[in-house]
Structures are given as C-alpha cells and as structure tokens.
C-alpha cells in the first residue's frame, strides 16, 4: 500500500452518560470527547476532521467536550447546522491558522462554492445548543492571530481582503456562557434565532503594535428575545451592532471600551428598497473607557424603515469622543466586505430615512475625550467619524442628526452628566428633533451647536 492511500484515524471518543446539570431526559446522553494532535504533531496538524466527526456523531441530545488543557489546530472551518439539544465544552484552547494565506484559500474557496461574501469559521445552527466555556482564563479561548491582519491592513486600507467572521450562532433556546475570544481577525459573534443568553465573555481584539483592528464587532445581533449580561469587550469596532430583524435584546453589565465603536443600533437602511426594522432594545448599566461612541445610532442616507423603543441607562463613560450619537445620514467609508446587504454605497438618493421613535438616554456620567478624540483610525480627511460636522470642539455630550424634521420623535433625555476634558460645560449638535414631535428632549434643538440645559 502506498502512503497516499493510507487512512488516518479521525479521532474522537464516544461515550453514554447522564449530564444532571442540565439534561431533563429520562435517558443517556451521547458524548463525544475530541482528542488532539496539536501536542504530538507540536501544532502543525489540523484538527478540523476529528471536530467535525465529532459534531456528526454528536448532533443530538449529545455533549460534545474539547477536553481541559488541550490545545486544537482549526485549520478549516467547522459547520454544524442540524445540532439539536447539543452542548459544546470548550474547556481547551482552539486556534485558527496564523498564516493569513492559508484564511484566505478557505474564505475564497467557500465564496466560489456558495457565491457568499462571508465565511463563518464556526457555523452552529439548530435547536437548543448551549456553548459552554470556562472560567479559568487560562482555556477555553479562540485564538484567531488577528494582530498579523492588522499589521498588514495597508496605508489607508479599512482591512485586507478576504477575512472571515468568527462564529454564527442560531439557535433557539440555546446559551454561550463563558465564551473567550483572543486576537480576533474581524467580526466576531453573530447572534441568530430566539431566546438566547449569552454571559461571562472577554472579547480581547487590543492592538500591540499601534495597527488598527478594523471591523472587530464583538456581537452582531439579527435574533429575538437575546440577553448578552456581564461582558469585557476590548475591540475596534461595535461592542455589539443591534441589526435589521432584531427585537427585544437587552445589553446589560461589564466594560467596554480600548477604540470601541459603542452599544450601536444599526447600520440600518443600507438596502434601499428593504425595510429595516427593530424594536425594544435596552443597554443598561456598562461602564464605557476610551471609545469613539457609547450610544450610537446609524441609518443609511436613503434607507427607509422603522427603530422604535430604544433606551440606553445608566451609562458610565471615560474618555469617550461621542457620548451620545445619533446620524441618519450615515454612510459607508469601507471597503465593500464590510456591508450587510446589498445596495449601492456612493450616490444614493436621500428620499427616504430610517424612522425613530421612543427613544431614551438617561443617567449618562462620565467624560468626554476633547484632548486626543478618536481611535486612530482615520483614512480620510475629515475624519470618517468627523464627517459632515465642521464645527466639532470635542466638547460635545450629544451629537443628534436626524434627517428630516419628522423621522425622530419621542426622543427624552434625563440625567445626562457627562462632562468634557476642558472641565467646561458640555455641548449639543442638533438637527430636525423638532419640540414637537420630541417634547421630553430635555433641551431645544436649535439646529446648530450650543451650551444646553441637560436634566
């Protein structure tokens, strides 16, 4: 027999056994326990067969466990997509490839195959899954090597090409508890389905070098009925992105913060002839440090549809450039691998918005970045974040943007106490939330830039 035509074992243990914690059967449930060639083969074999072996055998009423202390190459992407009351331990390291050619043959390859513009390195779909970490902080991550992409995003680039989302999660009833996620490429977790809780994540995407992690989203949200409690986000991007399709989430707990892009709402309206809708979405309680934005909102210029019921409370912000962020004017500076949906990004007629309504801020303190604002990411002049508003002085505590005088109404404020660097009384730039449709605005929108009464 040749060597060619030697088959390796994929290896992967399975056993019955009764998980008490959580499993309210009155039979066994299957496991599946991965063993690892990283140590063996000191890391240069890849994994992904035994993993997704294991994920076949185990796709129901099943535990599936990378075992404590064991380190797994994820060389190829994972996809299980007919899991049902399955439970994944993470209580091992896994690691993409840390050479960036070798993501890049596989995000291409798979955008042949499914004429798709995203790769999801782990796709999990199905009924009842629960991702379960640990809270030794020494395993249970998913390394990514990020740090070597943005090393090598070129001058005036928003990130190479070719890069992968990290995970989609949709399922219902289903949970990610503990999950870790170290140097992560680009967009991070996206959320999909019904009643689903996520808690106890760090999200680690801190640049060493000074390189910009451009597009590191930690959660994108599309699902209903989604908590993500007690979370330690360090990105470059959206802390989490509430999306078109998403209803009744709730952000609660933890710090956010290095150049985050905030607890966003958006962007919305990209496409210009679908209607983007979301509704009853609340941040509360999460402390917000060295950020362009702690509550923002962002609707294409030309979109259309609806964000109704939005509240953001008791907001701690340090050193965050815009508090407060509302434009409905926005637009894309990226490159295209950036988009959510399809639709024209340069020339688009502004004959439509994104309506908002019952939307609330209160109990905002903290202050406002006036020295050094920004995250470092510019790559045009102004700067993307800058736009559109010539008369910035870093002092301002709320930036509102509304498109017409009749897309923003029931807007409130109260208790907002955020306070520039310049110790000097925070601003406002308002546009179109007229008194009358926003009568608890807590201020006059005057159309320009002013010092204003905030209760």
């Not at 999200?203 to 699902?223: H, L, Q, Y």
Request: charged share 10%; net charge negative; with cysteine.
């Amino acid at each position: 027999m040749h060597l060619s035509q030697v088959v390796l074992p994929v290896l992967y243990f399975c056993a019955a056994v009764v998980d008490s914690s959580s499993w309210n059967g009155s039979y066994p449930r299957k496991t599946c326990t991965i063993a690892s060639k990283y140590r063996s083969s000191n890391g240069t074999l890849n994994d992904s067969p035994a993993v997704a072996s294991a994920f076949a055998e185990c796709s129901q009423d099943a535990i599936i466990v990378f075992s404590e202390g064991l380190d797994y190459n994820i060389l190829t992407p994972i996809s299980a997509t007919n899991l049902s009351n399955v439970e994944i331990h993470l209580q091992g390291n896994l690691h993409l490839p840390r050479k960036i050619t070798a993501v890049q043959a596989a995000v291409n390859a798979s955008n042949a195959l499914t004429y798709s513009t995203a790769l999801y390195w782990f796709k999990f779909a199905g009924a009842s899954i629960d991702f379960i970490g640990t809270s030794n902080l020494t395993n249970g991550w998913i390394y990514s090597y990020g740090q070597a992409w943005w090393d090598a995003n070129p001058v005036n680039g928003t990130g190479i090409a070719a890069r992968p989302h990290l995970m989609s999660f949709n399922t219902t009833h289903g949970s990610i508890q503990h999950f870790k996620s170290k140097k992560p490429i680009a967009w991070g977790v996206q959320l999909i389905g019904n009643a689903i809780t996520v808690s106890d994540t760090v999200v680690d995407a801190f640049s060493t070098t000074g390189s910009f992690p451009f597009n590191t989203d930690a959660f994108d949200v599309t699902g209903t009925n989604i908590k993500i409690l007690d979370s330690l986000i360090f990105n470059g991007d959206d802390a989490i992105a509430v999306q078109s399709g998403a209803h009744d989430i709730l952000f609660q707990g933890g710090t956010i913060g290095y150049q985050s892009h905030g607890m966003s709402i958006g962007s919305l309206g990209q496409n210009q002839g679908s209607f983007a809708n979301v509704s009853n979405i609340k941040f509360n309680n999460v402390t917000v440090i060295n950020a362009v934005y702690a509550a923002r909102f962002k609707s294409w210029i030309g979109g259309q549809g609806l964000a109704k019921n939005v509240t953001w409370s008791n907001i701690r912000t340090h050193n965050v450039t815009f508090p407060i962020f509302v434009t409905q004017t926005y637009y894309n500076q990226g490159s295209n691998q950036t988009q959510l949906e399809n639709g024209a990004t340069i020339g688009r007629p502004n004959n439509s918005t994104v309506q908002m309504s019952d939307f609330t801020w209160e109990n905002f303190t903290g202050s406002i970045n006036t020295f050094r604002p920004g995250d470092g990411s510019c790559v045009t002049d102004p700067c993307w974040y800058d736009a559109g508003l010539p008369n910035l002085t870093h002092t301002e505590a709320m930036i509102m943007e509304c498109n017409t005088n009749s897309s923003c109404q029931n807007f409130a404020t109260k208790n907002i106490h955020v306070f520039s660097q310049l110790e000097k009384a925070a601003t406002v730039i308002c546009l179109n939330a007229t008194a009358e449709l926003n009568p608890d605005l807590g201020f006059d929108c005057r159309n320009g830039t002013y010092i204003p009464f905030l209760s």
